[in-house]
Each structure stands twice: as C-alpha cells, then as structure tokens.
C-alpha cells in the first residue's frame, strides 16, 4: 500500500502517521523529519532547508525531491509519504519516479483541519517554527502551494477527505476505516 499524507501545517499528519505506519507495517517517510534531520546535522542540504523553514516557506523542489527519491528504495513493501508532496511539481516528480517502478500510489489522504484550530495546535506545540508570524506565512505557502494538489489527486481519483477535528483516536478510526478498504 503506497499512501501519501495531505493537510495544512499541525493539521496532525505526524500524530496520525505513528499509528498508521504501527499498523499497516509501511515505511515512514516524513520530510519535515527528515529535514529537521538534515538541520540538526548542518549538512549541506540542512544549512540550504534551514533558511526557508525558519521563515515559513516551503524549502526548494529539487532540494526535497532529492532527499525522497534516494530513500524510496528503502520502501520495497508499501510506504506512507508524511508532507510529500507538497506542490505540483513534487506530485508530477513522484508520479514519474513511482511510474518508473511500476508502483503507482492507492490513496492520498486529505486531512482537513479549520485554521483556528491549527492555530491552537501549533500554538502549544511550540516549534522553532511555530511562531505566530511563521505560522501565518506556513498557511499561506499550503492554501497557494500545497491545497492545488487536492484537485490534482481528486482528478486522478484517489484522493479521500478525513475530518481531522477530534480526538487522535477518533481521527484514526476515520483513516482506519478507509485505509483498510485498500489492505
Ligand atoms: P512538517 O514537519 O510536515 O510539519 P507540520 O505540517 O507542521 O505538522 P503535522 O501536520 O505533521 O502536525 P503534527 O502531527 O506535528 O513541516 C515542517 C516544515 O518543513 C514546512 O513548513 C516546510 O518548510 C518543510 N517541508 C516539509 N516537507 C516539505 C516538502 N515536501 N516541500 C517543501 N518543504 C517541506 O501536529 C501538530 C500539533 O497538533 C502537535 O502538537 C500535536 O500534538 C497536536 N495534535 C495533533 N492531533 C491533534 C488532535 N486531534 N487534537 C488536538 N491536538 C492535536
């Protein structure tokens, strides 16, 4: 099962993803993880991303597609892509890569959360990058950069809504039940 995860920052794809990749045995691959990785190391690649995440923005395509394509290898027997894509053009590399492999996704998940509730989230998380002025910047960049994929994946015909307000188990339950459709 290849599933990517969609929805604004603190919307709660970290959160839900623990569960999932539990459950479903799939390979977990989060790029803000793997780019607050890169950060934490000062690698060439985390002194790049550090510039753009402290501000808000979405860090450069190439930058990203290059962290996932050298670890799609790793995820021979299904995987979750937790904030990957998140612009076109990372959907349309993904798809030419996936193609490539003969291993197109099943079901990009759209988690939808009102703003003021991300807001509340992301408030007492309290990130480097969760300060108010980088949150408002990190919303915009989703509803410009980000929101135009839910129209790309519902013209592909797999995209699923999922309510992301209540509890972390209420909201599993609602990915629970469409995920196991395609077990
Ligand atoms: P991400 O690391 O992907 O983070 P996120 O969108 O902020 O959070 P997420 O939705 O995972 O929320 P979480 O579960 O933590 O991105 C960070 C940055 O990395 C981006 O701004 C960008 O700069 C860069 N980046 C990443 N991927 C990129 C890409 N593909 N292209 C370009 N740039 C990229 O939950 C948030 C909070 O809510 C937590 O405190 C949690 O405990 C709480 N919460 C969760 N569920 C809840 C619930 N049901 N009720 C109440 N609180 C809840």
Same mark, same amino acid.
């Given at each position: 099962m290849r599933v990517v995860f969609v929805g604004p920052p603190g919307a709660g794809k970290g959160t839900q993803a623990e569960n999932i990749?539990?459950?479903? =045995?799939? /390979?977990?691959?989060?790029?803000?993880d793997a780019l607050r990785a890169a950060v934490a190391a000062k690698s060439p690649i985390g002194i790049?991303?550090?510039?753009?995440?402290? &501000?808000?923005?979405?860090v450069p395509d190439e930058v990203v597609v290059g962290v996932v394509v050298e670890r799609l290898d790793e995820a021979k !027997?299904?995987?979750? +892509? !937790?904030? /990957? *894509? $998140?612009?076109i053009a990372q959907a349309e590399a993904l798809d030419k890569v996936l193609a490539e =492999?003969?291993? *197109? +996704?099943?079901? #990009?998940?759209e988690l939808a959360v009102p703003e003021d509730e991300l807001f509340k989230r992301?408030? &007492?998380r309290g990130r480097a990058d969760d300060q108010p002025? #980088?949150?408002k910047r990190r919303l915009v960049a989703y509803r410009e950069q980000t929101e135009p994929l #839910?129209? @790309? @994946?519902t013209k592909a015909g797999?995209? $699923? =809504?999922?309510?992301g307000l209540g509890t972390v188990e209420e909201i599993y339950g609602r990915i629970k039940a469409v995920l196991d459709e395609y077990k």
């Open positions: 990749v539990a459950e479903y =045995k799939l /390979f977990h691959l989060s790029t803000g790049e991303a550090e510039k753009y995440m402290s &501000s808000g923005a979405l !027997d299904g995987c979750l +892509l !937790d904030g /990957f *894509p $998140r612009t =492999k003969n291993a *197109p +996704l099943d079901v #990009v998940l992301l408030a &007492s002025e #980088v949150i #839910v129209g @790309y @994946y797999i995209l $699923r =809504k999922i309510d």
